[in-house]
């Protein structure tokens, strides 16, 4: 390392030292601590990474994960939920397509 620069730390140090909810590796409900295995933690990111503007790895896992491919169209969408499968404008013609499948099957049933 040269003379005067330092160290860029990473998420699972600053966590270490400096998260309320994060001791000995634990959080505190006794769950280990999602930052040491790089997921997204709330309260890391709104009362730790503020003071920490260049933590090393954090962030970067997730941005990849922001967005889905619609399985209709094959556009790319921002995913609001891992369950997400289609674009929004694709969303609600599958529902549509769906609802109309599902009446027809009841009103053959009847």
Known sequence: MARGTAEIPSAGA???AEC???IGGRCLGGE???VL???P???FEAAVLPRHPAVRGYG???VAEATKRCARCGGEF???SHRARWCPVCAAD???EQTRQRAARRRASE
Do not use: H, L
Request: glycine fraction near 4%; hydrophobic fraction near 35%; charged fraction near 30%.
């Open 41 to 43: 933690c709330k309260y």
């Open 14 to 16: 600053v966590a270490e």
């Open 94 to 96: 599958v529902r549509r």
């Open 78 to 80: 921002p995913a609001r």
């Open 32 to 34: 280990p601590c999602v």
């Open 37 to 39: 295995q790089g997921r």
């Open 20 to 22: 309320a909810n994060c």
């Open 60 to 62: 970067e896992a997730f």
